[in-house]
Structure formats: structure tokens, C-alpha cells
């Protein structure tokens, strides 16, 4: 009886990730949410109880709510940044890169030779990252917290997985940003009116829908700048004083991303002392193949051993001029 | 290339190091913990190693093609800084690899790791050269783990 109930709940979209998130962060279920909550809860004391799960019914839950929610949401920064795509799991792709026009016209005498020139093509690779979830959960745990555990586990496997790829990505971003006019340097901790308006030059140029991304400890020392509020109308001031944050810098709007929002290991989401500018699109970023989850009951050691495998990714950055940012030293 | 000819299921796999170079699959490696690469051992090692090996996901071109040989480079080749898998070798395991040198070799010998090859040992060592395989037509050493070291 148990299984049918749980299955049927399984079908429909979204319902017990919602659930285990509502469980997990303790907020008020709805009846119908609390009665979901309670069948779990019995499933999973059964499971625990007798050591068994047959149907592999943690692993199908797992993969559900993970597969819905992280390997395929539709981040919206990334968006923003990356041509967002799948690719099987046994596919690879290059991009082109349109060639550049390298003939050269020289002057010359009429009746003669000059120099050939020629134009040539180059394919880019897109660097492939693949990454994987380990934890385990004893029957006891099953037993006593029931579907608490469980939902826990795909909370967290999911914000891990997403952290991860969302931090890898922005991090080779910056890397790839190395001198010109996309790199403006400020020696100091906090910005300056000066950098301020070479970013939003710089991309408002490229876009009128120039987006700017920072922690937030910079967007509220922007709203604090030295010579900065002779500049902002009543408007801008009173919103400033009332959310502590600015949120547009001329032309371009300022996204922020919380400083205490952590990795499991610790990282910040983006990498610290920087304020990066989006003018548009930088490449193409591909979820491969799909992902998988596989489950090991050990009942000598009474646990079972989860393992959240295949969250492969690829990204290829060709239009870095989309990109600017400011470093602070 | 690695073969598992009889080995004991359900151990784990370190996936946590990169090649520090390029290297093969079967070959035996040592971990570096600070730079967390998989290294390969120039002197004799005969303890503390694992065999490399990786998953046979084509890349590139290879993705056009359905049917591969195991044995195709792609397989078998791993570039520097590229993930690996670290198999721990048991007693009583035994493994195939064509990473080996025959000069000296005869079934029975001791062997010990030089330049991540099994070579013939000259120390006391635990790992038995127990013949040549042929695997559709390659050629493999055997590598069993004794419970006792052998000396050549």
C-alpha cells in the first residue's frame, strides 16, 4: 500500500522536492503537504527497519528531485551569460571561430605581383568538467528523523552541485580576463566613481542592457563612494538608505550575490574582490548526458551509500570582449 | 590498459587525482597528497601503489563511432591534468596490464614498479608475474598480489 501511494506521488512534478524543502526548512506544510510529509516518513522508517529498499526507491526519489531542479534549472545569470544547451552523454562538439579577415591590401604599382595573404579558421574545444556527490545514510538515521534525512541529502546535493558549477564557471571567466580595456584596476578594497564609469562604458557600449555582478558587500560600498551622493537624485537616496544597496550604476543594472551564501567547502559563489560587467553572451555552456544516481545497501555497516554521479558540464568562452571587470587589490 | 581478471568487487576508486603526466592505463602510480596528482614512481615501488584506469567515454571525433576497440588510444591514453580512477590492489587479486617490460621474465617472479611499468624486481616484493595472457589477440602480464614477499 505503502509503495503505490508513493509512487503516485513521485509522478507529479516537483511535489516532494517541494515537500522535503518545506521539511527542511521548517516552514508551515499544508494538509495535503503534511499527509505527503507522513507517508514519506513511513516509507523511509520502513526502509530503515527492514533493510531493504527493493525498488530502489531512495535513489529513484533522489534522482527525480535533483534531475528537476538542478541539473536542468534554468539559472538565470548563467543564462544571461552562456548559449545554454544538452549534448548526450556520448557527444562532443567544437565551436568555430569566425575567421577574422587577415587579407591584407597593399599599394602597389599596376602590372605586378604583391604578397599573398590568406584568412584562416580555428575550432575551439569546449573544456568538459564532471562532477559527483558521495554521502551515505545509516538506518538509524532512516529510522528516527524518517523523511527528514532524505530530504536533506537532495536539499543539499543539489545547492553542492549547482555551487560548484556556477563557481567554475565564473572562475575561468575571470581568468580569461587578463589586461585591455576589460581590466580596470583599483588599488583599495571599495570602488571608485573612476572604475565605476570605465565599467559601465566599457559595456554600455557593447549593450544597453549591460548587467553588473558583485557580492554584496561592493554594491553597498558603491552607494557609499567618496563624491558619489552629490550624484544621486532623492529617488536614488532614498532607496539606497532603505535597502542598503544600489542597484543600478547608470545605464547598467547591479546584481548581487550574497557574501554568507557558502559552498559546502567553504568557497564564496563568485570569486571575492571583484566586480565583473556583462555586455552579453561569452560562449556556450552544456549539461551532458543525464544525470545518475546509484544506491548500495550495506547492512553489515547499516547504512546506505549514495552516489550522485554524471553532473557532466562543458563551457566555451569565444567572445571574452563581453566580459569586464574591476579587480581590487 | 587494465584488465581485472579476478579481483574482489565493491571496493572504491579514489576519482579525486589528476595525472601529474601523461600516462597509460594499467600502469602503477603513486598518490602525491600536496598537489594532489597521481604520480608515476621512478624507482622500484613494490607497496603503496594503485593501477591506474579510466571510464571509456569517447571524445572528439570517437564520438561518431558506435563501436571502439577497448584498446583504442582514446581509451587507453590519459593526458596530463586528466581525472583518473585509483584501483587498490588486494592479496589475492589478479590483474592484466600491458604495461610491463619481459626482458628476464619468467612465471613466478617477483616484479616491482620502475617508471610505473612492472619490471622484474631485485628487492623482496609481493607482486607475482604469473604469465602472459592473451586478450583477443593483446598480449598481458598477469599481476597477482601475494600474501608473502618473494624474492628473485
Keep these: 500500500m505503502l509503495k503505490t501511494e508513493i509512487a503516485e506521488l513521485m509522478k507529479k512534478d516537483g511535489v516532494m522536492y517541494s515537500v522535503a524543502q518545506k521539511v527542511d526548512y521548517k516552514l508551515n506544510l499544508t494538509a495535503e503537504e503534511k499527509e505527503i510529509a507522513d507517508t514519506c516518513d513511513a516509507w523511509a522508517k520502513d526502509i530503515g527497519e527492514r533493510g531493504v529498499d527493493n525498488d530502489n526507491e531512495i535513489a529513484a526519489y533522489i534522482k527525480r528531485t535533483v534531475t528537476e531542479e538542478v541539473y536542468n534549472a534554468p539559472d538565470e545569470l548563467l543564462d544571461r551569460v552562456f548559449d545554454r544547451g544538452t549534448v548526450g552523454e556520448f557527444d562532443d562538439y567544437e565551436a568555430e571561430k569566425n575567421a577574422k579577415n587577415t587579407l591584407i591590401a597593399y599599394e602597389a604599382a599596376k602590372g605586378g605581383n604583391v604578397d599573398k595573404s590568406w584568412i584562416d579558421f580555428s575550432a575551439l574545444t569546449p573544456k568538459w568538467k564532471n562532477r559527483q556527490v558521495e554521502t551515505d545514510i545509516s538506518y538509524v538515521d532512516l529510522r528516527k528523523n524518517g523523511f527528514k534525512s532524505i530530504a536533506k541529502l537532495t536539499t543539499f546535493a543539489k545547492e553542492a552541485l549547482q555551487n560548484a558549477l556556477f563557481y567554475d564557471v565564473f572562475g575561468d571567466t575571470d581568468a580569461a580576463i587578463t589586461g585591455g580595456d576589460q581590466l580596470i584596476s583599483v588599488s583599495g578594497s571599495v570602488p571608485t566613481i573612476v572604475a565605476m564609469d570605465a565599467l559601465e562604458l566599457y559595456l554600455t557600449e557593447r549593450n544597453p542592457d549591460a548587467l553588473a555582478v558583485c557580492l554584496t558587500k561592493y554594491a553597498q560600498a558603491i552607494g557609499r563612494m567618496d563624491g558619489y551622493h552629490q550624484y544621486m537624485s532623492d529617488k536614488m537616496k532614498d532607496d539606497f538608505n532603505r535597502y542598503g544597496i544600489v542597484e543600478n550604476f547608470g545605464k547598467m543594472g547591479l546584481a548581487t550575490i550574497a557574501s554568507a551564501h557558502k559552498q559546502g567547502n567553504g568557497d564564496l559563489l563568485i570569486p571575492d574582490k571583484r566586480i565583473f560587467g556583462i555586455a552579453g553572451k561569452i560562449g556556450t555552456l552544456d549539461m551532458k548526458g543525464d544525470l545518475h544516481v546509484y544506491e548500495t545497501l550495506d547492512n553489515n555497516k547499516e547504512a546506505v551509500n549514495i552516489k550522485i554521479a554524471d553532473f557532466t558540464y562543458g563551457y566555451l568562452i569565444n567572445k571574452i570582449e563581453n566580459v569586464a571587470k574591476i579587480v581590487f587589490s | ?91 589475492g ?48 602480464a598477469v599481476v597477482e598480489i601475494s600474501g608473502i614477499e618473494i624474492t628473485n
Design chain 2, 1 to 91: 590498459m587494465l584488465r581485472e581478471l579476478q579481483t574482489n568487487g565493491l571496493k572504491t576508486a579514489d576519482a579525486m587525482y589528476k595525472a601529474s603526466e601523461g600516462m597509460v592505463t594499467g600502469m602503477g602510480v603513486i598518490k602525491n597528497r600536496i598537489d594532489k596528482t597521481a604520480d608515476i614512481p621512478q624507482n622500484g615501488t613494490v607497496e603503496g601503489f594503485f593501477f591506474v584506469n579510466k571510464q571509456r567515454v569517447p571524445t572528439g571525433l570517437n564520438c561518431a563511432r558506435t563501436d571502439m576497440s577497448d584498446y583504442d588510444e582514446n581509451f587507453t591514453k590519459v593526458a596530463e591534468n586528466e581525472f583518473v580512477d585509483l584501483y587498490i590492489p588486494e592479496v
Design chain 2, 93 to 140: 587479486e589478479r590483474y592484466g596490464t600491458d604495461q610491463y617490460v619481459i626482458d628476464g621474465l619468467s612465471k613466478g617472479d617477483a616484479l616491482m614498479i620502475k617508471g610505473g611499468k612492472f619490471v622484474k624486481a631485485n628487492v623482496p616484493s609481493r607482486l607475482i608475474y604469473d604469465g602472459e595472457y592473451n586478450d583477443a589477440g593483446h598480449i598481458l
